[in-house]
């Protein structure tokens, strides 16, 4: 299939016309390897519903470093199991300076639609229960530059270990094969950021 632009618009459109199969909720996973683009697409995807859409990073659920996958239990427990019985969830930041949770609980009201943004968030775990996965995918070699620089080249050891573990779990739970939607996070803006580049 040849890459198509897509406007955010319609695949908000798109969203609202699937069922809701957490609880109430339209529950959107967008996954894919760290630096690929994940967090741009699903801000700008929150950003074309008309009304407030909430995104959850699953980087702020994690404690620390070596929660890499294991964090799914947290994420269950104050954002999933809430919206799924219509309660309002909520959820503490990790504080990756300080190396713990901060003291702040963040709302996450049932809204229509939830988007939850982190590598492994549309895992097969959570497959029946999520109205559209997307996989956002970009080269290796841009992904790479892109988390040494936001991070720092300070932690290129614990990053490398990091994209090791994150192929790994692709691999094993055939996130792209499963994905509804894949999406090539190395593009640059379209349409002024209003649309973005589906690949399947």
């Given at each position: 299939m040849s890459p198509v632009v897509e406007p955010y618009a319609d695949l908000a459109e798109r969203i609202l016309g699937r069922p809701a199969r957490l609880g109430r909720t339209r529950l959107v996973a967008v996954d894919g390897p760290s630096g690929a683009g994940k967090t741009v697409f699903a801000g700008r995807l929150a950003a074309a519903f008309e009304v407030a859409t909430p995104v959850v990073h699953t980087d702020d659920l994690l404690d620390g470093w070596a929660d890499q996958f294991t964090f799914w239990p947290r994420l269950e427990e104050w954002i999933l199991a809430p919206l799924?019985?219509?309660?309002?969830?909520?959820?503490?930041?990790?504080?990756?300076?300080?190396?713990?949770?901060?003291?702040?609980?963040?709302?996450?009201?049932?809204?229509?639609?939830?988007?939850?943004?982190?590598?492994?968030?549309?895992?097969?775990?959570?497959a029946a229960e999520l109205s559209l996965a997307v996989f956002v995918t970009a080269p290796v070699d841009l992904c790479r530059d892109r988390t040494l620089a936001r991070d720092g080249a300070a932690l290129a050891s614990r990053l490398a270990v990091w994209r090791r573990g994150?192929?790994?779990?692709?691999?094993?739970?055939?996130?792209?094969?499963?994905?509804?939607?894949?999406?090539?996070?190395?593009?640059g803006s379209v349409r002024d950021g209003t649309a973005f580049v589906r690949v399947r």
């Open positions: 799924r019985s219509g309660r309002s969830a909520r959820y503490r930041r990790y504080d990756w300076t300080r190396d713990r949770f901060g003291p702040d609980w963040t709302a996450v009201p049932p809204a229509p639609v939830v988007i939850v943004e982190g590598v492994s968030s549309a895992r097969a775990a959570i994150e192929r790994a779990h692709f691999a094993a739970d055939r996130t792209v094969e499963r994905a509804d939607l894949v999406v090539d996070g190395a593009t």
